[in-house]
């Protein structure tokens, strides 16, 4: 719905996020580090980035290994 609005011309976005996940990477940052998950608002941010290739490849990085 954000990649939609975001191309629409004459509109301003805003989004208010939840933030819920609570799987996989995004737990384990929640539960060792006490943030709250990024999953949710990382896709927000993807879907109104100017260069969402770009911006894909960065903010979604994964790391090899099993340590922090």
């Given at each position: 719905m954000?990649?939609?609005?975001?191309?629409?011309?004459?509109i301003e976005v805003s989004a208010?996020?939840?933030?819920?996940?609570s799987g996989g990477s995004t737990g384990?940052?929640?539960?060792?580090?006490?943030?709250?998950?990024?999953?949710?608002?990382?896709?927000?941010?993807?879907a109104l980035s100017a260069d969402r290739d770009s911006a894909r490849k960065i903010l979604q990085k994964r790391?090899?290994?099993?340590?922090r």
């Open positions: 954000l990649c939609a609005l975001r191309d629409m011309e004459g208010v996020v939840s933030m819920v996940d384990r940052l929640r539960d060792e580090l006490g943030v709250l998950p990024p999953g949710d608002i990382l896709k927000c941010i993807l790391f090899n290994g099993n340590g």
